[in-house]
């Protein structure tokens, strides 16, 4: 099989890329630094995703990840340019040059938990209602819905993963990236975890190693194509999880008042229900997150 990866080296990208890999795929990668982080694979280093760059990358393959992005909440307020050329303009220029070229491959696309309006203790499924709190929250959606009319006007196929709070990391840089990442640096550096307000709010806790088997076995089954899935997993709150974490590595939780902003973009529990995903991938979760923590804690 053969794969263009854009974005290949960031988290979820270069994960992509050493699973594909080791299932003996053919890579194509590109990426804005100067190498890959995964050796083995064709690499080219790209200036930016708009048209300029973009007749660098190789279409001429049977799936297409598209996992270059921004991500962030307040910071896009401060950054906008930035989110919208990343998030919307790049991903344009590539439908606009499938849809010209007739390229058929099959795009992949990651969403995020954030379009979704959240629910108190509701998995919500994906066509559950929306809200969008954010710009991210916008780009994401933006994304999702100009993929879809790429889809219905030109024919191009795709899958769109929404994938809630990843976790894990298969290289040394670091334990973990995002919400998990920060608890964790802290609490390894024997500093309390800050968490802002209760910390009652619910999210979906995914390894990245079975987002990856998720996303592969989903699109070997033709069947998924042109499907919108949520990327299934463990539910806890915030501060269930800040909890575990502090007992692991023997810190405190320390609550704090949330900044103005985050407040507001707060969406409250986002949680997945997976069972569609898992109905095409016929694959079950590999990792559970309290036994991944104490591996890592040894």
Not at 59 to 64: A, K, P, Q, S, W
Not at 98 to 118: A, C, D, H
Not at 270 to 293: C, P, R
Request: hydrophobic share 40%.
């Amino acid at each position: 099989m053969t794969a263009t990866i854009i974005g290949c080296n960031g988290y979820l990208g270069k994960h992509l890329v050493r699973f594909l890999t080791e299932k003996k795929w053919t890579i194509f990668g590109y990426d804005i630094t100067s190498e890959s982080v995964v050796t083995g694979i064709s690499y080219t280093v790209l200036k930016s995703l708009l048209k300029e760059d973009l007749s660098l990358i190789n279409l001429n393959v049977e799936f297409i990840f598209y996992f270059a992005g921004v991500t962030g909440t307040v910071n896009a307020y401060d950054n906008y340019d930035l989110y919208i050329d990343v998030n919307e303009k790049a991903l344009l220029c590539l439908l606009d040059r499938m849809r010209r070229e007739n390229i058929k491959g099959r795009l992949i696309f990651p969403s995020t938990r954030l379009v979704y309006k959240g629910k108190k203790d509701v998995p919500l499924k994906e066509d559950d209602p929306k809200e969008f709190k954010s710009i991210y929250a916008l780009n994401k959606w933006f994304g999702e819905n100009i993929i879809n009319q790429y889809h219905e006007y030109f024919g191009i196929n795709f899958n769109i993963f929404r994938i809630c709070v990843p976790y894990g990391n298969l290289f040394l840089d670091n334990y973990s990236y995002g919400t998990i990442g920060i608890f964790l640096s802290n609490a390894v550096s024997k500093k309390n975890i800050n968490l802002f307000g209760t910390g009652e709010q619910k999210r979906t806790f995914t390894h990245v190693e079975d987002i990856c088997n998720q996303i592969y076995y989903s699109i070997k089954n033709y069947e998924s194509i042109n499907k919108i899935f949520n990327v299934p997993g463990e539910n806890y709150s915030l501060m269930e999880v800040a909890n575990i974490i502090a007992k692991r590595f023997a810190v405190l939780v320390e609550n704090k008042d949330w900044p103005e902003l985050d407040k507001k973009i707060e969406s409250g529990d986002t949680i997945f229900d997976g069972e569609k995903l898992l109905s095409y991938s016929k694959v079950k979760q590999m990792h559970n997150f309290a036994k991944w923590l104490n591996e890592i804690a040894e």
